[in-house]
């Protein structure tokens, strides 16, 4: 009831008891979102008018700092995109970089460079259902999930020495090859983390608490999402099967035999369901490429790339002019520019390189699926109840490195 | 990109049917597909992009542009573009000059580019005409300059700004600008 004019003598009654909208934010700092973002909220009683999304919390200029930098001195920076799997940032910039080159990595290389991004995207993966299931107050998943992930960073870590940060991948080629019995202790790690994530999986699918969370929240039609720019994950839970790996297929996606999981209704339900489905075929990627493993090089043999052998560069001449112009100056890519799309964890992950033929990148810029999911959230909730941003922000999975770069 | 080879695919071809004294360049460098548009019809052969059935380029999977400092005009904003539907991609460049760095928004056409604009707005200072809400996107309304610029050092320090260094009319801005954003309840 509210006074609408004090010059007229009646006061007009209404059924309703309606205020202005109430303005409150969410964030930067959330205990119920798993990434710095602000979020101004107008609230219609427990109805959402409108969001306003704020992100670059996490801004620190990272294509600045790229082109500063020689071409190999940007793959640490890549690490930092998404924490959450930072190998297949280290893949896709690297295989931008060779298709700037007009390079491509041995077989070998090849392999092993699919199996470090699949075992970033299970970490992703795990991290994401155990981080959104702590947020919807499940804790036992979260536990869960992290435990599963450490199995994962594990591999990391037997891979590169590193367990997050792991700058692994090097521009032709890798930093090294396969530790010895690495095969063995993949296989054994991802029993591991399957059986914990078997529990996960249990513990959460058929749960009526979390369906009713997850179940019909969030959703939005499939041409909008593609407005958006949307992919990864939540394109696909709305039923298009839009998947780098298989639409322009990269390394050796090609040659192995996964399956893309696609949802029907697009809810969060759905885009949880697509995650878990794909922890099952990333794990079947990893065994078939293990299986498969072929023998030879990793790296390119090309002294304008790779660093020759310490014996060589130590005893002839021409390793060692070749070594010391590639400590001294850098590899020189030719002028001109590429743009190279790899299926990131959360969707397409580019990478737009622009060189005008020196030792330091012109431009080094990264086309971020977090950016574009993030922005198409505000469609997701409007209208919908206050309590559903919770939900549908775990499933969007934003992550602030990648999205504020 | 030093041969410059003939270049034969059906989606150049399309295009340049469509807009031939717009399409002022094209080159396939590495694969991908790359055509410069003049930056007046950059909305028009967008949605001629988008619309067409043969192209169907249903997604704007980036937009950013390029400092090139020194040469005439100065900036190249760029698109890259995808079909869903059709499978193909496509790199659409336009040249921005440095004493008018604006170009009409593609945000009618794809919505996704909203944030995009914005952060070329943040980063370039490239105005997009015609876009609903063009406020920096990373950086504080404060900040001086547009960092991604090549004259743009990397170690310059940005003044910390307070109240007491703000004349009456910049608080009340300010202030107007915090209401407008925060809420009373702030």
Same mark, same amino acid.
């Given at each position: 009831?509210?006074d609408t004019d004090a010059?007229?003598?009646?006061?007009?009654?209404?059924?309703?008891?309606?205020? $202005?909208?109430? %303005?409150?934010?969410?964030?930067?700092?959330?205990?119920?979102?798993?990434?710095?973002?602000?979020?101004?909220?107008?609230?219609?009683?427990? @109805?959402?008018?409108?969001?306003?999304? !704020?992100?670059?919390?996490?801004?620190?200029?990272?294509?600045?700092?790229?082109?500063?930098?020689?071409?190999? !001195?940007?793959?640490?920076y890549t690490d930092r995109?998404?924490?959450?799997?930072?190998?297949?940032?280290?893949?896709?910039?690297?295989?931008?970089?060779?298709?700037?080159?007009?390079?491509?990595?041995?077989?070998?290389?090849?392999?092993?460079?699919?199996?470090?991004?699949?075992?970033?995207?299970?970490?992703?993966?795990?991290?994401?259902?155990?981080?959104?299931?702590? $947020?919807?107050?499940?804790?036992?998943?979260?536990? &869960?999930?992290?435990?599963?992930? $450490?199995?994962?960073?594990?591999?990391?870590?037997?891979?590169?020495?590193?367990?997050?940060?792991?700058?692994?991948?090097?521009?032709?080629?890798? !930093?090294?090859?396969?530790?010895?019995?690495?095969?063995?202790?993949?296989?054994?790690?991802?029993?591991?983390?399957?059986? #914990?994530?078997?529990?996960?999986? @249990?513990?959460?699918? !058929?749960?009526? #608490?979390?369906?009713?969370?997850?179940?019909?929240?969030?959703?939005?039609?499939?041409?909008?999402?593609?407005?958006?720019?949307?992919?990864?994950?939540?394109?696909?839970?709305?039923?298009?099967? &839009?998947?780098?790996?298989?639409?322009?297929?990269?390394?050796? &996606?090609?040659?192995?035999?996964f399956d893309v999981p696609?949802?029907?209704?697009?809810?969060?339900?759905?885009?949880?369901?697509?995650?878990?489905?794909?922890?099952?075929?990333?794990?079947?990627?990893?065994?078939?490429?293990?299986?498969?493993?072929?023998?030879?090089?990793?790296?390119?043999?090309?002294?304008?790339? @790779?660093?020759?052998?310490?014996?060589?560069?130590?005893?002839?001449? $021409? %390793?060692? #002019?070749?070594?010391?112009?590639?400590?001294?100056?850098?590899?020189?890519?030719?002028?001109?520019?590429?743009?190279?799309?790899?299926?990131?964890?959360?969707?397409?992950?580019?990478? &737009?390189?622009?060189?005008?033929?020196?030792?330091?990148?012109?431009?080094?810029?990264?086309?971020?699926?977090?950016?574009?999911?993030?922005?198409?959230?505000?469609?997701?909730?409007?209208?919908?109840?206050?309590?559903?941003?919770?939900?549908?922000?775990?499933?969007?999975?934003?992550?602030?490195?990648?999205?504020?770069? | 990109?030093?041969?410059?080879?003939?270049?034969?695919?059906?989606?150049?071809?399309?295009?340049?049917?469509?807009?031939?004294?717009?399409?002022?360049?094209?080159?396939?460098?590495?694969?991908?597909?790359?055509?410069?548009?003049? +930056?007046?019809?950059?909305?028009?052969?967008?949605?001629?992009?988008?619309?067409? +059935? /043969? *192209?169907?380029?249903?997604?704007?999977?980036?937009?950013?542009?390029?400092?090139?400092?020194?040469?005439?005009?100065?900036?190249?904003?760029?698109?890259?573009?995808?079909? *869903?539907?059709?499978?193909?991609? *496509?790199?659409?460049?336009?040249?921005?000059?440095?004493?008018?760095?604006?170009?009409?928004?593609?945000?009618?056409?794809?919505?996704?580019?909203?944030?995009?604009?914005?952060?070329?707005?943040?980063?370039?200072?490239?105005?997009?005409?015609?876009?609903?809400?063009?406020?920096?996107?990373?950086?504080?309304? /404060?900040?001086?300059?547009?960092?991604?610029?090549?004259?743009?050092?990397?170690?310059?320090?940005?003044? *910390?700004?307070?109240?007491?260094?703000?004349?009456?009319?910049?608080?009340?801005?300010?202030?107007?600008?915090?209401?407008?954003?925060?809420?009373?309840?702030?």
């Open positions: 009831m509210r010059g007229t003598k009646g006061f007009e009654v209404s059924d309703e008891l309606h205020g $202005e909208p109430l %303005e409150i934010q969410m964030g930067p700092s959330h205990p119920a979102t798993h990434g710095t973002v602000r979020i101004t909220l107008k609230l219609d009683g427990e @109805r959402i008018v409108d969001a306003d999304i !704020q992100v670059g919390y996490l801004h620190r200029g990272y294509e600045k700092e790229c082109e500063s930098g020689e071409w190999s !001195q940007a793959i640490p995109l998404n924490y959450a799997s930072p190998m297949i940032n280290n893949v896709g910039y690297c295989l931008a970089a060779e298709k700037l080159l007009g390079v491509t990595v041995p077989p070998r290389g090849q392999y092993i460079r699919t199996i470090a991004s699949e075992i970033s995207r299970l970490s992703d993966h795990f991290t994401c259902i155990g981080a959104s299931a702590m $947020e919807l107050a499940a804790m036992t998943p979260f536990l &869960y999930g992290v435990q599963a992930r $450490e199995h994962m960073w594990d591999l990391h870590e037997a891979l590169c020495g590193a367990r997050v940060t792991t700058n692994y991948v090097r521009i032709g080629g890798l !930093q090294s090859d396969l530790p010895p019995g690495f095969a063995d202790l993949c296989r054994e790690k991802l029993r591991l983390a399957l059986a #914990i994530f078997a529990d996960v999986d @249990r513990l959460l699918t !058929q749960n009526p #608490i979390f369906r009713e969370r997850m179940e019909g929240t969030g959703r939005l039609p499939a041409p909008d999402l593609i407005a958006y720019g949307v992919t990864g994950p939540l394109l696909r839970a709305a039923g298009v099967g &839009y998947d780098v790996r298989k639409a322009e297929p990269y390394l050796v &996606y090609d040659q192995i035999d696609v949802g029907t209704s697009g809810d969060n339900y759905d885009r949880y369901l697509v995650r878990v489905e794909e922890v099952r075929q990333s794990a079947r990627i990893i065994e078939q490429c293990l299986a498969n493993l072929p023998d030879g090089p990793v790296d390119v043999d090309d002294p304008r790339l @790779r660093w020759p052998a310490k014996g060589k560069v130590f005893n002839r001449m $021409e %390793e060692l #002019i070749d070594q010391f112009k590639l400590v001294t100056e850098g590899m020189r890519p030719p002028a001109g520019e590429v743009y190279q799309a790899v299926e990131g964890a959360n969707g397409e992950l580019g990478f &737009y390189l622009v060189s005008n033929g020196t030792g330091k990148p012109w431009k080094c810029r990264c086309r971020a699926p977090s950016f574009s999911n993030t922005h198409a959230m505000r469609d997701m909730v409007r209208g919908a109840l206050l309590a559903d941003i919770v939900p549908t922000f775990d499933m969007i999975n934003m992550i602030g490195g990648e999205c504020d770069r | 990109m030093s041969t410059p080879e003939p270049i034969d695919h059906p989606v150049l071809t399309r295009l340049r049917e469509r807009f031939a004294d717009d399409v002022r360049s094209v080159h396939a460098w590495r694969g991908d597909l790359t055509a410069e548009v003049t +930056a007046a019809r950059i909305v028009d052969v967008c949605r001629f992009l988008r619309d067409d +059935a /043969e *192209l169907a380029f249903d997604f704007l999977s980036d937009l950013t542009a390029v400092d090139y400092l020194g040469s005439t005009p100065r900036f190249e904003v760029v698109y890259h573009l995808k079909s *869903l539907t059709r499978g193909h991609r *496509l790199r659409i460049k336009t040249r921005v000059s440095e004493d008018a760095p604006h170009l009409p928004s593609v945000v009618p056409v794809w919505r996704g580019a909203d944030w995009l604009e914005r952060e070329t707005w943040d980063l370039y200072g490239i105005r997009f005409d015609g876009h609903p809400d063009l406020r920096r996107i990373y950086l504080y309304e /404060e900040f001086e300059g547009h960092p991604l610029r090549k004259d743009y050092p990397k170690e310059r320090r940005q003044p *910390l700004v307070t109240r007491a260094d703000l004349d009456e009319p910049q608080v009340q801005r300010q202030e107007e600008r915090d209401r407008a954003r925060y809420g009373r309840w702030h």
